[in-house]
């Protein structure tokens, strides 16, 4: 099991940036998929994006264009870049690994986006 661990969440004003790190306690360069997926009140958990190890992405529809996953394996972390944001873009974010069968997430962080 790796633990993962969420930061950077917090509230925006529409149209601003932020950005998340998910810290894992192992190689993510052992991982096959990295990802981020994000449930708001009322709604299902959906996928923000993910990032294969071979570097390949795939990035839900609401977000493309605005928001980049990335990696450092140095640092055994993935970046969630999220641009343009937008009010429905509020909810929690949660980091993923998936290794074979084995999948572990972080606790969530919070964005809220709002004037």
């Known amino acids: 099991q790796v633990q993962l661990v969420e930061s950077g969440g917090g509230l925006v004003q529409p149209g601003g940036s932020l950005r998340l790190s998910c810290a894992a306690s192992g190689s993510i360069s052992s991982m096959h998929i990295m990802g981020w997926y994000r449930q708001a009140p009322g709604k299902q958990r959906e996928l923000v994006a993910r990032?294969?190890?071979?570097?390949?992405?795939n990035y839900g529809d609401s977000v493309k264009g605005r928001f980049t996953i990335s990696r450092e394996n140095a640092k055994n972390t993935v970046y969630l870049q999220m641009n343009s944001l937008k009010p429905e873009d509020t909810a929690v974010y949660y980091c993923?690994?998936?290794?074979?069968?084995?999948?572990?997430w972080g606790q969530g962080t919070q964005v809220t986006v709002s004037s």
């Open positions: 990032l294969g190890s071979g570097g390949s992405t």
């Open positions: 993923n690994a998936v290794r074979g069968l084995l999948s572990d």
